[in-house]
T-cell receptor, first 113, second 114 residues
Framework: GENVEQHPSTLSVQEGDSAVIKCTYS??????FPWYKQELGKRPQLIID?????GEKKDQRIAVTLNKTAKHFSLHITETQPEDSAVYFC????????????FGRGTSLIVHP | ETGVTQSPTHLIKTRGQQVTLRCSSQ?????VSWYQQALGQGPQFIFQ???????GRGNFPPRFSGLQFPNYSSELNVNALELDDSALYLC?????????????FGPGTRLTVT
């Protein structure tokens, strides 16, 4: 089955800095890669996703890049703000299969004012 | 906020008891997935229901079972509760159409087993 590795487990940055979270996956059939943000005590919320037919996608301060050859994808947050502090999860899914995403273990992002 | 709801919000049970958790999917969604999230961990897939049938199962024992109803709401049942079952249980609904398999999570049920 699919295996998703996520690094780092904790990331501490100063407000205004950039943050990068990286994930690798094992199943070459995976073609959909969502990122979720989970604030303390709240539900995971989809913040951005990318499909395997594109290499990069941006939404304001958030961007995701995908390297299918190397089987890794990354979340980039620019101009970080304290409200970006949360746990971020990556996931991988094969849409032609069971539509069941495999999640990474999460990255705790702390943005210091 | 998503249209996915879960009940109850919190639950305290004793080891050996049984529990039923409920999830109402977002309007238009026909697939519900259930996840167990232990503290400090990512969501672990339990099983998924698509149009009232189990569509896949993770590494959970048979005492974890589920149902999906004609209106696509779903239940998660756990028998013979163990202390390690204490976790946040999340359901997520999705549409299963080719361009619409994004999952939207409910707020979760916090289960504590004592």
């Amino acid at each position: 089955g699919e295996n998703v590795e996520q690094h780092p487990s904790t990331l501490s940055v100063q407000e205004g800095d950039s943050a990068v979270i990286k994930c690798t996956y094992s199943d070459s059939a995976s073609n959909y890669f969502p990122w979720y943000k989970q604030e303390l005590g709240k539900r995971p919320q989809l913040i951005i996703d990318i499909r395997s037919n594109v290499g990069e996608k941006k939404d304001q301060r958030i961007a995701v890049t995908l390297n299918k050859t190397a089987k890794h994808f990354s979340l980039h947050i620019t101009e970080t703000q304290p409200e970006d502090s949360a746990v971020y999860f990556c996931a991988a899914l094969a849409s032609g299969g069971s539509y069941i995403p495999t999640f990474g273990r999460g990255t705790s992002l702390i943005v210091h004012p | 906020e998503t249209g996915v709801t879960q009940s109850p919000t919190h639950l305290i049970k004793t080891r050996g008891q049984q529990v039923t958790l409920r999830c109402s999917s977002q309007s238009g969604h026909n697939t519900v997935s259930w996840y167990q999230q232990a503290l400090g961990q990512g969501p672990q897939f339990i099983f998924q229901y698509y149009r009232e049938e189990e569509n896949g199962r993770g590494n959970f024992p048979p005492r974890f079972s589920g149902l999906q109803f004609p209106n696509y709401s779903s239940e998660l049942n756990v028998n013979a509760l163990e202390l390690d079952d204490s976790a946040l249980y999340l359901c997520a609904s999705s549409g299963r159409r080719e361009a619409s398999y994004e999952q939207y999570f409910g707020p979760g049920t916090r289960l504590t087993v004592t």
